[in-house]
């Protein structure tokens, strides 16, 4: 399954309709006690503004806990999935069932604050080495269960996905080696899977083993954890045989010297391990209710 298919529009209404099903389980339990001190038959409107700087992601999430809870919810997006917003301004608005408003609001604000997190620093990053050849590139250092929607979110901001998981590439990396018994070894076993793999790629820690790769036919290259001088003459000798990727220590702050060494690659497992929640706010409008 090519990663195309993995976000297709149906594929992502269809992930978004599961992930939203499992965390609404999860937050409603037996029953919305305090939803239930509202007239169930009672219709309400209600805002979500943010309160800062952000691209906006997880539509698709949002709409599922609103409709989940009311089939009849409509809602209209002022801004585009994939848009930045700004402090204060209106992201969408939501008309439904004052209890499915009130039982859905939290499901629905921590998809999108997850997603136009990984986003919007996804963003970032690419816009760090716009210029370059270097591609922004996620990992599976992911939220256990939330790996597509985050890989979503990555493209969403701009970003790469790499493998999916263990199943769809060959990524070999030093265990891998030791335990195939060495760098040729273990790139002709590779070969054996490689007809249902997106690709393989070999992690490599010096520039030795890089030429071991290159020898032994690599077509794509992990370069853990070396410094500046050893990426530079890293992508000397690879000449452009092999897709050079960068892995291991990657800061902001250093990301523009990484991306100017000429590799294609920059994987940083930063963009979806380590983000901070984007700041949104839901508010019912002053004459929700009036409309039964």
Not at 91 to 105: G, M, N, Q, T
Not at 211 to 236: F, Y
Not at 260 to 288: C, H, N, P, Q
Request: proline share 1%.
């Amino acid at each position: 399954m090519k990663k195309s298919s993995y976000f297709s529009d149906a594929a992502v209404a269809q992930l978004a309709q599961a992930d939203v099903a499992r965390a609404l389980a999860e937050d409603l339990g037996t029953g919305d006690l305090t939803a239930a001190l509202i007239d169930p038959d009672r219709q309400a409107r209600a805002r979500v503004l943010a309160r800062e700087s952000a691209v906006v992601c997880g539509r698709a999430w949002v709409q599922a806990a609103f409709k989940q809870l009311d089939a009849q919810a409509t809602l209209v997006w002022h801004v585009k999935e994939g848009q930045r917003c700004e402090p204060n301004q209106v992201v969408f608005e939501v008309r439904a069932r004052a209890r499915a408003l009130l039982s859905a609001e939290r499901t629905a604000l921590n998809f999108l604050q997850l997603l136009s997190a990984v986003a919007t620093k996804t963003a970032l990053y690419v816009a760090v080495v716009e210029g370059t050849r270097a591609k922004i590139v996620d990992t599976r250092k992911t939220l256990p269960g939330l790996r597509l929607a985050q890989k979503y979110a990555v493209l969403t901001g701009g970003g790469t996905n790499h493998r999916v998981g263990l199943y769809d590439a060959v990524l070999i990396k030093e265990n891998h080696i030791a335990a195939a018994g060495g760098i040729e070894q273990a790139l002709q076993r590779a070969e054996q899977v490689a007809v249902r793999a997106d690709f393989v790629e070999i992690e490599v820690e010096t520039l030795s083993q890089l030429a071991q790769a290159l020898d032994a036919g690599a077509r794509m290259v992990l370069l853990d954890n070396m410094d500046l001088a050893s990426l530079h003459e890293a992508v000397r000798i690879n000449a452009g045989r092999a897709i050079l990727e960068i892995s291991g220590g990657v800061t902001l702050d250093g990301l523009r010297a990484l991306a100017e060494t000429g590799v294609d690659r920059i994987s940083v497992g930063a963009l979806t391990k380590d983000v901070r929640a984007i700041d949104f706010s839901m508010r019912f409008d002053a004459d929700s209710g009036a409309d039964q």
